[in-house]
């Protein structure tokens, strides 16, 4: 140890305060609960466009004028109309560039997020050119998040003998599929104006389709599936049991070649159970459930519906059992290689820093004789450190898609009415 130098190190400090702090938790504006409900409020006014890109593109390296382009991954609907098909070309013209906040995300400990920037620069896109085999339409659109996404559904693992699906204790993992699979690039925006777009010719006749032949209740059975997309932010860190959770359904739900729920459809549930992220490296785990359904013309079911799949960042450490639940992994290599790396910086600093004060406090304490207390107290702190650090997160940002399965039938009693006035109206 060398004499001389100041009593104690900035460097001790500052180690030994962020090591020994509780993990912070990282959010955007969007975490709070005002802002929550503007952004659901906001989502019911527009459409939801996954623009899967052509090739690989660095958004943050983009300028104004460059045109950046892809295909819909998926069927665009309003209520039950299908205004733009799977597979048409988009092409987007960067306006100019902004800096937004960072998404929360599960994918390293909080030190090294707490090094990484807080904003991020994106792209701004205020129009998006759709082709297709009749012609081009034109319509305003937001930019909503930039990621390689991957789906994480619940399936049942095979036992010994190969059977499928929980056939004893219903334990499950992500789709094998799924994550072999490489992750596509795809952009998430917002669309509006799409009023004055045309139909495509495949849906006129999926309305034509759901003219009721008769006045007569209609029941989605129980384990029917439906894509929605989440208007909120929900995690296992920042949630309570009890909060209300809101969805929109994606695409029109068809009941004998009928269009029974339209697009537009709102879900609404709640947090039936959340552990937060804990000491020890244990991960938090989260439990949705859907409760009532609402039209788009305002009639209103209760239903029993639970989480059968979600689309996640392809980086995210989370699955789903056999009841829907979401669950973080526990921490990887790598994680558990950081947090070791500062540990051993901590007891480093903290064996210096306690020699450094001892010694400047009692002149007869040397090198020697404060070696020992020294080990000990940087020892507590090390193991203090690593007992604190908490586990993964359950991040599920607004505009997440996922999938739900209705745990029992509903019966829409007024489904041939609704359907027929809506059509009507569409005529008029």
């Not at 639970?306 to 699955?319: F, N, P, Q, V, Y």
């Not at 586990?391 to 019966?411: A, H, K, Q, Y």
Request: net charge positive.
């Amino acid at each position: 140890m060398l004499k001389g130098l100041p009593w104690i190190k900035p460097v001790t400090l500052v180690l030994l305060a962020a090591g020994l702090a509780p993990s912070p938790t990282f959010c955007s504006a969007a975490d709070d609960p005002s802002a929550r409900a503007q952004g659901a409020g906001a989502a019911d006014s527009g459409l939801y466009f996954k623009v899967r890109l052509s090739n690989p593109v660095r958004m943050s390296q983009l300028k104004s004028g460059e045109v950046v382009g892809g295909s819909l991954s998926r069927d665009v609907y309003s209520a039950d109309r299908k205004v733009f098909p799977s597979g048409s070309g988009v092409r987007l013209t960067v306006d100019h560039m902004e800096k937004r906040k960072r998404i929360p995300n599960d994918h390293w400990p909080w030190v090294v997020q707490a090094f990484t920037p807080r904003h991020e620069n994106y792209p701004v896109f205020k129009n998006a050119t759709v082709a297709e085999d009749k012609g081009e339409s034109s319509v305003q659109v937001s930019l909503i998040s930039v990621s390689r996404m991957r789906e994480v559904q619940a399936k049942a693992k095979k036992n010994k003998s190969g059977q499928q699906p929980g056939a004893e204790n219903g334990a499950v993992e992500v789709s094998q599929s799924n994550a072999k699979k490489p992750a596509t690039p795809t952009l998430v925006l917002e669309a509006f104006g799409i009023e004055n777009v045309p139909s495509t010719a495949d849906s006129k006749n999926e309305v034509d389709s759901a003219q009721p032949d008769s006045v007569r209740p209609e029941t989605l059975p129980a384990g029917t599936h439906c894509r929605i997309l989440l208007l909120g932010n929900v995690s296992a860190s920042k949630s309570k049991p009890g909060d209300v959770v809101q969805a929109r359904l994606l695409e029109p739900v068809l009941l004998n070649s009928k269009v029974v729920l339209p697009a537009g459809s709102l879900f609404e549930g709640k947090v039936v159970k959340k552990t937060s992220p804990r000491w020890l490296s244990r991960a938090g785990s989260l439990y949705l459930t859907f409760t009532e359904l609402t039209l788009p013309e305002g009639n209103r079911f209760p239903i029993a519906a639970s989480l059968a799949g979600a689309e996640l960042d392809e980086k995210s450490h989370t699955r789903m059992d056999a009841e829907g639940r979401l669950h973080g992994e526990r921490p990887g290599k790598a994680w558990m290689a950081i947090n070791l790396g500062v540990t051993a910086g901590i007891a480093k600093e903290v064996d210096d820093g306690i020699q450094l004060v001892i010694e400047a406090i009692v002149s007869t304490a040397t090198d020697v004789s404060t070696a020992g207390t020294a080990r000990i107290i940087s020892s507590c702190a090390s193991g203090v450190y690593m007992a604190t650090r908490h586990g993964r997160d359950i991040v599920l940002p607004r505009f997440t898609e996922m999938d739900i399965s209705l745990d029992r039938s509903i019966s829409l009693t007024s489904a041939a009415e609704i359907g027929a006035s809506a059509v009507a109206a569409g005529g008029k």
